[in-house]
């Protein structure tokens, strides 16, 4: 389980690189990408978070869209009461989403399996319409925001600062991600996910394990929240709906359930072929839905496990 | 007798029926008490009910001098009453040293908190050289590297035992560790229970007489969710109503 030197080598490289690549882009003449850029690490950091619940923790959570769109209003919310500063927003994004996702958490981890897949879907749903039946956040049209945080002494006007505020905070979730599942906490979840029962019979607090595992994904979804306002200029009912958990449900799918860059690698595909079969076809649902298919009749690891990016073992 | 585990007037129903009607039973320190009865009596629900798998619907489960009746399991396992199961639980996809491992890392009262997020758990390798001295002390030293779904079903029970013994339990609950198994991994296992004479209180409930009355300390008999004796295994061999409700004439 420990990282080899060669894919410390890789993993620096790869890092190096995408670090460059607005330089790389605006050379090109091809600023615009830069912002496709940025919204797949946010994507990336996103599903990343929700993978942590799904394939560290054994809870298939459909409500994520609450804690992702959560962090965008709330920083949206804060920007028309005068709070512009990230310092101060960002962090109280991810506490929003902290405070939710105990509460969720706590009922919803009453119920396991299809039930707990319905009853975070149904919390989700709740703060959808509790969101766009509120005058004051936008309704339907959501929640515009005027200016970009600020995060001094960073510009985050310019879309490069943006890119690698969004670049640092994936970076940093993957690292953590790597101390986490060596640590006492990460083998404890690795004997949940294989069997909760013994878990529970050789003393651990299996509902508090799971529940502290969901709310470390609820924050980090905040925090891609935040990023995820400032990147569009907009908190956007369709971010809280419930087609936006399945969307990084299906990232997460794609890239490998469980799997370190699982949440990464299927936020870059499916976006990228979004992007790509949109300006191809009309049809890129459809292909996308054929990939998916692929995906998980073929290679159950995900695109991580294709790649022979596979460090976490699976149940 | 210096008691560890007092129950008494314990009840549990399913439905209409009384599985555990009204169970009075008296564990002594350091000794391996054996639970028997016939099909159906509520052994394994008793099992249930002391680990904190079920709660009594009536009655006080006294351990060490406090009633739990009402505890949730981790909270009995952390006072100190461990279980294992009929069917084996173990984690298949995880290597057999750290099946072990995990289980010495659940005493919180030895190493604090499992929710320790950032030092590598490998850097703790006192609990490895313990988990190490458990395999050892069930004889599976050699699979410590193996998953242990690639053990052989005695191998697996074995280290099922290993599991609950190295969470320190005051009262170990064994629900038939030898199920399932052939005459020479039940002869290990029994082995293995009987070095465990003297330092370690067990409540046994197994389905082989042999096995019963050579280990047993004592032996209570448990019929339709009562206890109608409990005594030292000559008493229960001769006793009346024992035969006509159990044993039959199989015990000569």
């Known amino acids: 389980m420990k990282a080899s030197p060669r894919s410390n080598a890789i993993e620096a490289a790869v890092l190096f690189v995408a670090a460059l690549l607005p330089f790389l882009l605006q050379a090109m003449g091809e600023e615009f990408y830069i912002g496709f850029a940025t919204r797949l690490l946010i994507f990336a950091l996103a599903a990343t978070s929700l993978n942590f619940i799904v394939g560290y923790g054994g809870m298939v959570a459909f409500g994520h869209a609450a804690f992702f769109g959560g962090g965008a209003y709330i920083v949206a919310f804060l920007m028309q009461a005068g709070i512009v500063s990230a310092w101060i927003a960002w962090p109280l994004a991810v506490l929003a989403a902290v405070v939710a996702s105990l509460a969720i958490g706590a009922l919803s981890l009453r119920t396991r399996g299809v039930y707990f897949i319905m009853i975070t879907l149904a919390f989700a749903q709740m703060i959808y319409y509790s969101i766009i039946s509120l005058q004051s956040a936008g309704g339907d049209d959501g929640l515009p925001l005027e200016q970009r945080s600020t995060l001094a002494p960073f510009d985050l006007a310019s879309d490069m600062t943006l890119y690698w505020v969004a670049l640092a905070a994936l970076a940093g979730c993957l690292i953590a991600l790597r101390r986490l599942a060596n640590s006492r906490y990460g083998r404890a979840l690795a004997g949940l996910r294989q069997n909760e029962q013994r878990m529970e019979a050789l003393g651990y607090p299996v509902d508090r394990l799971k529940l502290v595992c969901f709310v470390i994904g609820a924050g980090i979804a905040g925090l891609a929240g935040a990023l995820l306002v400032n990147q569009n200029g907009l908190a956007s009912p369709t971010q809280l709906y419930w087609t936006q958990s399945g969307m990084l449900l299906v990232m997460v799918i794609l890239g490998g359930v469980g799997q370190r860059y699982g949440g990464m690698l299927g936020a870059i595909a499916l976006l990228g072929l979004e992007e790509a079969l949109g300006l191809m076809t009309e049809y890129a649902h459809l292909y996308i839905g054929l990939a998916l298919l692929a995906v998980v009749l073929f290679a159950p690891r995900g695109l991580a496990g294709l790649a022979g990016l596979t460090d976490l073992r699976r149940a | 007798m210096n008691t560890l585990l007092e129950i008494a007037g314990l009840k549990r129903h399913f439905g209409g029926l009384w599985a555990t009607n009204g169970v009075d039973l008296r564990i002594g320190r350091g000794e391996i008490h054996a639970l028997i009865g016939p099909n159906g009596a509520g052994k394994t629900t008793l099992i ?204 000569q």
């Open chain 2, 48 to 251: 249930h009910l002391i680990s904190g798998a079920l709660r009594p619907d009536a009655g006080r489960i006294v351990f060490a001098g406090a009633d739990i009746a009402r505890h949730d399991m981790h909270e009995r396992v952390a006072r100190g009453i461990t279980r294992s199961y009929q069917i084996t639980q173990i984690f298949p996809h995880l290597p057999v040293l750290e099946n072990v491992r995990l289980a010495v890392q659940s005493r919180r009262r030895d190493w604090g908190s499992s929710f320790r997020m950032c030092r590598p758990a490998s850097a703790d390798f006192r609990m490895i050289e313990e988990a190490e001295e458990w395999l050892g002390r069930v004889g599976l030293a050699e699979a410590a590297g193996q998953l242990a779904t690639d053990l052989a079903h005695g191998q697996q029970r074995a280290l099922e035992l290993a599991m609950a013994l190295a969470t320190r339990p005051q009262l170990l609950l064994l629900d038939e560790p030898m199920a399932g198994m052939g005459p020479e991994e039940s002869a290990h296992m029994a082995t293995l229970i009987a070095s465990l004479k003297g330092e370690q209180t067990v409540l046994l409930v197994e389905h082989d007489m042999d096995i019963v009355f050579r280990l047993a300390d004592r032996i209570s008999v448990l019929v339709a969710g009562r206890v109608i004796v409990s005594a030292t295994p000559d008493v229960v061999r001769n006793h009346p109503e024992v035969r006509r409700a159990y044993l039959g004439d199989d015990i």
